[in-house]
């Protein structure tokens, strides 16, 4: 199979958006897995993208913001809320490398609602919780995120993590493990037999390191993943603002 094109979907789409959104405090944490355990939880027509040989499996809790569609302000309780993903990383028959949700904890009924039904996306309500020890995401300053997914099912599922960034913030270089898992444009899913693909558009994240003192965690768990024993590899983001464009029908 030739290399799949990873530069060509952080360029910005030629069309106008259907919705902005701003990311905040990302913590993102991976484990390597085998490909034949992640392989059989993908749907139809999406391909496990890998790197080195192996797959992935990503929990990542942060914060929304400004969350709004083109052409209406953000309001304040619809608009701000905390989330969390479990993700995996795949391909569309060699292209356009992108995000598999198995779960998206949202701490916003509405928006869980709304999510579900435009975007067909897994999302769960969930009551959750961010800290910070001073601005939040800055190096040495603690930050601690919790969820407890309240509804659909299946429960429990909770996560509390705690992690303190450190080290200098900088753009991931192509080729390298961090951009494969951080670089992502595009996001997958699927509603009554179909198969559609999303795109967002952002500024490279500036990362750094986490240090992770704390993770007790079981939304791996409930998404049918065994979580690897040992510690999880931490990247920590500060946010971008995002563009979100509209979801399409992807035709095999």
Known sequence: MPEIDRLSPTRRPD???VMYQRWRHLLFLHWALPPEVM?????????LDTFDGKAWVGLVPFTMQGVR?????AVGFLSDFHETNVRTYVHFQGKDPGVW?????AANAIAVRLARAWFKLPYQ????ELTTGGEGGREGEAIAYRSERLW?????ATCAVRCTPRGPAAPSMPGTLQHFLVERYFLYSTAKGSLYRGQVHHAPYQVRGADVEGLDESLLAAAGIARPAGAPMALFSEGVDVDVFRLRRVEP
């Not at 569609?69 to 302000?73: C, F, I, T, V, Y």
């Not at 659909?152 to 429990?156: A, D, K, L, Q």
Request: charged letters at 15%; glycine letters at 10%; zero cysteines.
């Open 125 to 128: 309500y969930a009551r959750m």
């Open 15 to 17: 069309e106008r958006p």
């Open 101 to 105: 949700f198995f779960s998206l904890e």
């Open 69 to 73: 569609p083109r052409g209406l302000p």
């Open 152 to 156: 659909p099912g299946p429960t429990p």
């Open 39 to 47: 392989a059989p939880l993908l749907p139809p027509g999406l391909t």
